[in-house]
């Protein structure tokens, strides 16, 4: 939209993907993996059909880059799949070409789709190869929030079945609209949005992020303009649309032909979709638009969701929640919200104690695992991964599951999600998510609203010889607040904690805005905040610690 609108047809994309398919398969064997770097566009489509075309296993990924970080998660993508070549389009090719002749991209064939290298007699050599529903599509890599990115392998089977099971519950067919400014080489961008259109011949518009993150009202006219009846985002952009849109940008938009706002990623919070359907009501937002939804990699993506409906949340008691009891409550009792992420009646879904795989009644809470046709084939070059994630076996000699580092539970059929495994903050026995504290703290300190947190415990050693965990707290800050205003934010962010969790914490670190690690769509990367602040390389605004911890980081 800001630089001209750019349609292509059914007939063109096919032309491309031929071209590009001829191409791969004069050179390279089936299952080459063939990395994609492309910025979001038709190109990208275009590259990803035509290795699905050749019977080559695509690997999207986000473009280098100029940051050391952006390019160390190309670098490790690009060395785990073992790829041939690199695709790209012009508009990519001289950020591609830099890191391609780095280390340890040197030696790497790449090559531009949108240039001469790719002909006609291509398109017209192609032929299609032989494959079934095993046969593998897409190294799709994970995002990284809680380890290193790990390549899921997804078959043609599993993209099928995937499409299937997401447009079924929402009614979607070939004249619904598809569009999101999500990445294409993130999984919700990719198989969420990009994907089903194609197979189901329906529309797709697509935005850069980048037009979003500046002009994050833009994604609302895209929805209008283009009478969008599905589009998907993390609960941070829903949060930002409510906060930022204003009352003139408000007046122009026409939202009632928007039937799914999908809603996934990272934790959905009851309260930001609250503040965005309030918010969004004058311009024709209809409250049962709103479709909360549960998914991820190793699932190909797409795991519950429920049509459309009014927005279901439970208010639980939290105490028990702290001991994996999910209990209902009168909205007057205190507790805490939590969303449901509709039904997955396409899998055969378990709640699992992750220590003694017992599974558990519903009420309980515990890791949620999983078993259907659109789980993944497992882990790219990772045997042991694989097998402990994808081959699960209960208590009872139940197997075959995906075990998804995910707690949550099932209450009246539905998957409810509370929190990450790996990243729960257990204190003297109590069982806490982070991302409660971190909601906590911006609910109640204006300064904090629309940034990010990252809540976690480290260990340090008690008076008496022994070993406790001690939660640090680190949040961004704009710039423009004094040190005396820093100061007194931080003592009002630790009575807080005092008093609403009876949690004294062992450091608040306030940084500068973008200081809080995430991933590439948008998760907290908490574990690498917590390995950050231990190797003493956190970039500070202000600290406030105390003596054990401080003692801690000063020994990095």
């Known amino acids: 939209m800001e630089g001209g609108d750019e349609t292509w047809s059914y007939g063109r994309l ?19 993996r063939v990395l994609l770097l492309y910025p979001e566009g038709p190109e990208f489509a275009a590259a990803f059909v035509g290795c699905l075309y050749a019977s080559m296993i695509a ?56 240039g001469p290298e790719f002909s006609d007699s291509d398109a017209e050599a192609w032929r299609l190869r032989g ?24 078959s043609h089977g599993n993209l099928l079945h995937n499409s299937e099971i997401l447009c079924r519950p929402f009614g979607l067919d070939r004249t619904t609209r598809f569009g999101s400014w999500i990445p294409q080489y993130h999984d919700m961008g990719l198989l969420a949005i990009l994907l089903p259109p194609l197979l189901l011949g329906g529309t797709c518009v697509l935005m850069t992020p980048t037009t979003f993150l500046k002009r994050p009202h833009w994604w609302l006219k895209m929805v209008d303009k283009y009478d969008i009846t599905w589009s998907a985002a993390p609960n941070f952009a829903y949060d930002l649309c409510a906060r930022q849109v204003t009352e003139e940008q408000l007046a122009e938009l026409d939202l009632s032909r928007w039937r799914f706002a999908a809603n996934g990623s990272e934790p959905v919070q009851a309260a930001t979709l609250t503040a965005f359907t309030k918010r969004f009501a004058p311009a024709g937002f209809r409250s049962d638009a709103m479709a909360p939804c549960y998914g991820m990699a190793e699932a190909t993506v797409f795991i519950s969701g429920t049509g459309q409906r009014e927005l279901a949340v439970s208010h639980v008691d939290d105490t028990l929640l702290e001991h994996h009891t999910f209990r209902p409550v009168p909205l007057s009792s205190g507790g805490r919200d ?8 396409d899998y055969d879904i378990r709640i699992v104690d992750p220590k003694t795989r017992e599974v558990l009644q519903e009420g309980r809470v515990g890791e949620i695992w999983l078993r259907g046709q659109s789980v993944a084939q497992g882990y790219w070059g990772r045997k042991d991964a694989t097998r402990e994630t994808f081959q699960a076996v209960t208590a009872d000699g139940d197997g075959g599951y995906l075990r998804t580092g995910d707690l949550g539970t099932l209450h009246n059929g539905e998957v409810h999600v509370t929190g990450r495994l790996k990243e729960l903050i257990i204190l003297r026995g109590r069982n806490i998510y982070p991302q409660d ?8 300190r204006p300064e904090l609203v629309g940034l990010f947190g990252a809540a976690f415990v480290v260990p340090v050693q008690s008076p008496g010889g022994g070993v406790e965990e001690q939660l640090i707290v680190t949040h961004e800050v704009r710039g423009g607040i004094s040190q005396d205003d820093l100061a007194t934010l931080t003592r009002s962010m630790r009575a807080d904690l005092i008093r609403e969790y009876s949690i004294r914490p062992g450091a608040i670190a306030l940084v500068r805005r973008g200081g809080v690690l995430r991933t590439t769509s948008g998760k907290i990367q908490r574990a690498a905040m917590r390995a950050t602040f231990l190797e003493g390389g956190l970039e500070t605004r202000w600290l406030d610690v105390n003596r054990e911890v401080g003692g801690l980081i000063a020994r990095a």
């Open 14 to 32: 096919d032309h491309e993907a031929r071209k590009i398919a001829g191409w791969l398969q004069r050179r390279y064997a089936p299952g080459t």
């Open 437 to 444: 504290i971190e909601h906590f703290l911006r609910a109640r």
């Open 59 to 114: 690997v999207p990924s986000s473009l280098p880059g100029q940051y050391q970080h952006q390019r160390r998660r190309v670098d490790s993508i690009a060395e785990d799949a073992s790829v041939a070549v690199v695709l790209t389009c012009h508009a990519a090719s001289a950020s591609v070409g830099d890191w391609a002749v780095s280390q340890p991209a040197q030696g790497l064939r790449w090559a531009v789709t949108d």
């Open 131 to 154: 494959m079934d529903q095993d046969t593998l599509a897409l190294l799709q890599y994970t995002s990284g929030s809680t380890s290193t990115p790990k390549g899921v392998m997804v």
């Open 338 to 345: 939590v969303v449901s992420c509709g039904s997955g009646q």
